[in-house]
C-alpha cells in the first residue's frame, strides 16, 4: 500500500514556473514507476510524464522540453519541474504510482494515485 500527496500547485502567469512534488509513504517506493498525470476542466484525465524504477523518463509531446519529472529514492518522493508554462497547462495535476519492472515507464493502469494540486497559469 502507497500513499501519495502531492504540494507545489498554485497560481502563475504564463512563461513561468512551479516545481509540484509528491511524497510516498509506505514501503517498497523503488518497487514503483511513478507518473504525473493531469486533468482540466471539461476534458479528461492525461498522461504528463513516467519515471521508471532506473530513473528513465518519458514525455507527453504537449510538455516535452519544458517539464521534467525525477525522484528521490532516499526521501520516496517524486517531483515534477515545469518550466515556460502555458495557460492550457492550467489542470489539476495527479501524482501516481504503479508496482514496475526496472525500466518500465507506463503511461496507463495505474495502481495508486494522489489527491491531486492545483495549477492555474494565466495569461
Known amino acids: 500500500q502507497v500513499q501519495l500527496v502531492e504540494s507545489g500547485g498554485g497560481l502563475v502567469q504564463a512563461g513561468g514556473s512551479l516545481r509540484l512534488s509528491c511524497a510516498a509513504s509506505g514501503r517498497s517506493f523503488g518497487s514503483y514507476a511513478m507518473g504525473w498525470f493531469r486533468q482540466a476542466p471539461g476534458k479528461e484525465r492525461e498522461f504528463v510524464a513516467v519515471?521508471?524504477?532506473?530513473?528513465?523518463?518519458r514525455y507527453a509531446e504537449s510538455v516535452k522540453g519544458r517539464f521534467t519529472i525525477s525522484r528521490d529514492s532516499g526521501n520516496n518522493t517524486v517531483y515534477l519541474q515545469m518550466n515556460s508554462l502555458k495557460p492550457e497547462d492550467t489542470a489539476v495535476y495527479y501524482c501516481?504510482?504503479?508496482?514496475?519492472?526496472?525500466?518500465?515507464?507506463?503511461?496507463?493502469?495505474?495502481?495508486?494515485w494522489g489527491q491531486g494540486t492545483q495549477v492555474t497559469v494565466s495569461s
Open positions: 519515471i521508471s524504477r532506473s530513473s528513465g523518463s
Open positions: 501516481a504510482a504503479k508496482i514496475s519492472s526496472w525500466n518500465a515507464l507506463p503511461e496507463t493502469q495505474y495502481d495508486y
